[in-house]
């Protein structure tokens, strides 16, 4: 089993930059996908960033080019990096990792970020 531990959200004002951070713990060897997912009151959960353990990264169209995802294998960590943030990325947004070999993803708690206008 996996563990993810998110932290780095918070409140900020529009244009302003936030940075996530997960952190994997447990059977970490088998992830090959990490990334982050959001989900807004009201709206289902939707993917905002991904990256392969080689490096390979995808973007929602409406983050592009303001937000950055990393990885860091040897601490087991994905980060988000989201600049000139918008109201409308408010979210709670939650961390995730899928494995090599299939079978469900793991999810982490979430952790909110709230952007005023």
């Known amino acids: 089993q996996v563990q993810l531990v998110e932290s780095g959200g918070g409140l900020v004002q529009a244009g302003g930059s936030l940075r996530l951070s997960c952190a994997a713990s447990?059977?970490?060897?088998?992830?090959?996908?990490m990334g982050w997912y959001r989900q807004a009151p009201g709206k289902q959960r939707e993917l905002v960033a991904t990256a392969t353990r080689a490096g390979s990264a995808n973007y929602a169209d409406s983050v592009k080019g303001r937000f950055t995802i990393s990885r860091d294998n040897a601490k087991n960590s994905v980060y988000l990096q989201m600049n000139s943030l918008k109201p409308e990325d408010t979210a709670v947004y939650y961390c995730?990792?899928?494995?090599?070999?299939?079978?469900?993803?793991?999810w982490g708690q979430g952790t909110q970020v709230t952007v005023s206008s």
């Open positions: 995730y990792a899928a494995y090599s070999l299939g079978g469900f993803p793991s």
């Open positions: 447990g059977t970490t060897f088998s992830i090959n996908v």
